[in-house]
């Protein structure tokens, strides 16, 4: 598709096929000549400053959907829309990807999906961070996850990559060992029935067990599947402070043995002694490019980071799941050795009051969310880390936390970056109803709105064009989802109308459940979801997506 507007009237096929919805008032006028005025649409969105999503300068035209597409695009389009969008004074973007994603993680108890929906996002890639919700096995593949999925009736789109940490799970438990011959075959076949079935890449958490247990040569048998699809490969490094460049250097390993493309997943470097290896990890990834690597990474734009509270603790004393992790804490034999490398891992981001916990799974431990954990500790007369390895030990592992730990100057170059896309790492959420629980980050409902308030309009980091193809056609087509990510006719009609001179995010560090402002329509699948920023009532239309074979 080009980057220019397509004819100011749709053609006489387009118009024909839009019309067929209007059957009735069709047959009264059988044969009659064009009449203005008619309604011949699903939705029209008028007037906005629309960006094709390709990067370029917005034109002022109209957006015509129907059945779920977009029919046509141009000026002063003369039949009228069921639904009428004055997007006057307003950008008109394709509806974002948020290409890593945790927001199916509640869509079962809430289909809203308000706090991703809200953002403008229209579909999200889920099963990152070597996690899926589907193995790749008879039973527990891709489409049973599909077909389980599909049946909520989702507020938005959901892609998702198969999980290596997932199949690594099923096949080998939570033992640190390699696989044998026998349980490789059969996870790489497991990986290789996920994409047959439309699983958009595969994902590694290489942080997180069991997936931390993957050696290179395990992680690029299991990656092979990918590269005659041409899916990449999306890893949550091993590392992303003392041993970012290290860390980098397997990612681009596994792409170049796999012969796939590469998306390192959040790229950024924790701990202020690591932010200058901003440069290093950029040139990487460049001259990964210049050797035939696809190489690419996504970004969210916030200086604190989101993951549990024993991530702060050695992968090695994981080894055999938490119970063993539980008995490691306090067995004498490695107690002291955990102590310090988990109190070592603290002070590289700060020390303990830059640890905030945002979840917890037992009710004694409530007061804890939303607190610093080194004045949370000192309120109690506890050392942090005695306070750190209680709330582990009351809550069987199961503590969420936030460490800020990021540069904001280095946020404004990855964001600029040629390589990068916007992803919100999220979760999904509602300042109402179940999923209002805990104090989550932020960027679960802020991200997509605050790198265009904060980072675009305040900041001046890049350019709106520039932002909004780091949202929608970048991610798409990294993920194949090729009718996706850009506003031209054929395309699905997944549209996101804001306004660029006040959309801003609300969502805080403090108080998470607050919406993103200046968001004001957001069209899924050709049915308006959010109109005027009110969240229409009725059946989400969004679907899971196939990646293109
Ligand atoms: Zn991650």
């Known amino acids: 598709m080009s980057n220019e507007p397509t004819s100011a009237h749709p053609s006489r ?55 779920g597409r977009i029919v046509a695009v141009g000026a002063s389009l003369a039949d009228r829309g069921r639904d ?100 490789l075959t059969r996870m790489t076949a497991m990986v290789e029935r ?38 990449s490969y999306a890893t949550h490094m091993r590392n992303e402070d003392d041993q970012l460049l290290e860390a980098i250097d397997e990612s681009i390993a596994v792409a170049r043995g796999a012969k796939c493309g590469l998306q390192i997943s959040h790229l950024k470097q924790q701990g202020t002694r690591n932010w200058p290896k901003i440069d290093a990890c950029l040139t990487r990834l460049a001259d990964a490019r210049k050797a035939g690597i696809e190489s690419w990474f996504d970004v969210y734009p916030y200086v604190a980071y989101s993951t549990g509270l024993e991530n702060l603790f050695p992968t090695w004393a994981k080894d055999g799941g938490d119970a063993a992790f539980l008995a490691r804490l306090t067995d004498p034999a490695t107690a002291a050795r955990i102590r310090i490398e988990a109190i070592a891992k603290a002070e590289l981001i700060g020390g303990w009051d830059n640890v905030q916990i945002s979840r917890v799974a037992n009710p004694e431990d409530r007061d804890a969310e939303g607190k610093r954990l080194g004045s949370w500790a000192k309120g109690r007369g506890q050392d942090p880390y005695d306070a750190a390895m209680g709330l582990l030990q009351r ?40 999923t209002r629980r805990g104090s989550p980050h932020p960027r679960g409902a802020g991200t997509f709105p605050r790198v265009l308030g904060r980072y675009v309009r305040e900041r001046g980091a890049l350019s709106l064009p520039n932002a909004i193809l780091k949202m929608t056609s970048r991610p798409a087509s990294r993920v194949r989802l090729h009718d996706r990510g850009r506003i031209a006719v054929g395309l699905a009609g997944d549209v996101v109308v804001f306004d660029p001179a006040t959309v801003a995010d609300a969502a805080t560090f403090a108080n998470p459940f607050q919406y993103p402002i200046g968001i004001r329509d957001v069209v899924v699948n050709g049915a308006v979801a959010i109109q005027g920023g009110e969240h229409r009532s009725g059946k989400g239309t969004g679907r899971v997506l196939r990646a293109a074979v």
């Open 194 to 231: 996920a994409l047959r079935e439309g699983a958009c890449g595969a994902s590694t958490g290489l942080e997180y067990t069991p997936g931390a247990f993957a050696a290179l040569d395990e992680l690029i048998a299991l990656c092979r599947p990918l590269a005659a699809r041409r899916l």
């Open 13 to 67: 096929r387009q118009f024909l096929a839009a019309s067929a919805v209007t059957v009735g008032a069709l047959s009264t006028v059988g044969a009659a000549p064009f009449v203005p005025q008619r309604r011949a649409y699903d939705v029209v969105i008028r007037g906005g400053s629309v960006h094709d999503g390709l990067g370029g300068a917005p034109h002022v035209v109209d957006v015509a959907i129907t059945g």
């Open 395 to 434: 809550n069987k592992t199961d503590v969420g936390m936030l460490g800020f730990a990021m540069s904001e100057d280095n946020l404004d170059r990855l964001l600029a970056h040629d390589f990068a896309m916007v992803c919100s790492d999220g979760g999904g959420f509602a300042i109402d109803g179940p």
């Open 84 to 183: 009428e969008i004055n997007a006057s004074g307003m950008a008109v973007a394709p509806g974002f990807v948020d290409i890593h994603s945790h927001g199916d993680g509640s869509l079962r108890e809430d289909p809203r999906a308000e706090s991703v929906i809200r953002q403008g996002i229209t579909t999200i890639v889920v099963g990152a961070d070597g996690g899926s919700r589907f193995s790749g096995e008879a039973g527990d593949s891709f489409v049973d996850w599909e077909s389980r999925t599909n049946a909520l009736a989702p507020a938005v789109n959901l892609a998702a990559m198969i999980g290596l940490g997932s199949v690594r799970g099923k096949v080998i438990g939570e033992a640190d060992r390699k696989p044998t011959a026998t349980e």
